[in-house]
């Protein structure tokens, strides 16, 4: 149980260009989902946090207009890197939390961008 | 500002050489600390979750345990499948969403 997906798993974008990022939670109903991105031998950054069907609370510093976050469902969470640039270049991974108040994060497994 | 602090680094094991990771965490009430395992290239597994000092959960080889300023992973007999960077992370007390803050983790490597 608690599988999450991602997809694509990796993508080469040129610069200038956007991309999307899907997350969907397999087997459970997710109130709340999470966009993070992770630099080689760092930890991971929370960029947002989504709720359903309301719009993301973005951290300190992460552009709302560069990052578009949409929750659409209980199951599905895109993140758009707009206007991607070089150093958008990064891992980044999305988590899930489920209902029935239960504190735990379920990761999927990653989605490496590189702009070129 | 919450803070999670891991140690050592990295660590290099030989197989069944027993030993523990630490997390010192400084957060302004605690909700829950969280232990996880990533793999190179792919996204953290859920090992634990802790919520009170003196609390301690055991999966396979693993034992987590927390006190009210740190917590331990320790690993017995560790086998070369065990090698991963494992994280950690804590919860606030009374934060938006429930969000996780995270260290910055232990990059463990176990030799046969």
């Known amino acids: 149980g608690a599988v999450v997906s991602q997809h694509p798993s990796w993508v080469i974008c040129k610069s200038g260009t956007s991309v999307k990022i899907e997350c969907r939670s397999l087997?459970?109903?997710?109130?709340?989902m999470f966009w993070y991105r992770q630099f080689p031998k760092q930890s991971l950054m929370l960029m947002a946090t989504?709720?359903?069907?309301?719009?993301?609370?973005?951290e300190q510093g992460v552009e709302k207009d560069k990052f578009l976050i949409n929750h659409a469902s209980l199951t599905l969470s895109t993140l758009t890197v707009t206007s991607a640039h070089p150093e958008d270049s990064s891992f980044y991974i999305c988590?899930?939390?489920?209902?029935?108040?239960?504190?735990?994060?379920?990761f999927g497994p990653g989605t490496r961008l590189t702009v070129t | 500002e919450d803070q999670v602090t891991q140690s050592p680094e990295a660590l290099r094991l030989q197989e069944g050489e027993s030993s523990s990771l630490n997390c010192s965490y400084t957060v302004s009430g605690l909700r829950g600390l969280f232990w996880y395992r990533q793999d190179p290239g792919k996204g953290p597994e859920f090992l634990f979750t802790?919520?009170?000092a003196g609390e301690e959960k055991e999966k396979e080889r693993l034992k987590a345990t927390l006190t009210k300023k740190e917590s331990f992973l320790h690993i017995t007999a560790p086998k070369p499948e065990d090698s991963a960077t494992y994280l950690c992370a804590v919860q606030r007390v009374n934060t938006g969403f429930q969000k996780l803050v995270f260290g910055t983790g232990t990059r463990l490597l176990v030799s046969p």
């Open positions: 802790l919520y009170s």
């Open positions: 989504s709720n359903e069907g309301s719009k993301a609370t973005y």
């Open positions: 988590s899930a939390r489920g209902q029935g108040g239960r504190d735990e994060q379920y």
């Open positions: 087997d459970f109903q997710a109130t709340t």
